[in-house]
């Protein structure tokens, strides 16, 4: 056998061995879905985000902090994120 059927021997194997052992981990028992998200809760979660704004050739920055509320229920949420013409 030539080199080439060697080669190709091996890459078939190699393949076939890949596609089973994927095949075998998305049908394992041990692989269980759990549901995406988190709980609908009440109130806000504030979330703190600093920018940073250099000017051209002064060397000075100036760091502008900005405190954002977001709410924790879904709903909320997602009627927010709505465009405006469509709420």
Avoid: C
């Amino acid at each position: 056998m030539t080199v080439a059927g060697w080669i190709t021997i091996g890459l078939v194997t190699i393949t076939v061995l890949g596609v089973v052992a994927i095949i075998r981990h998305h049908t394992s028992p041990h692989r269980t879905r759990t549901p995406r998200g988190t709980e609908p809760g009440h109130g806000d979660t504030l979330v703190y985000a600093k920018e940073r704004t250099a000017f051209f050739g002064s060397g000075n920055e100036d760091a502008a902090g900005r405190v954002v509320r977001v709410t924790r229920d879904p709903q909320h949420y997602a009627r927010a994120m709505m465009p405006g013409n469509r709420k």
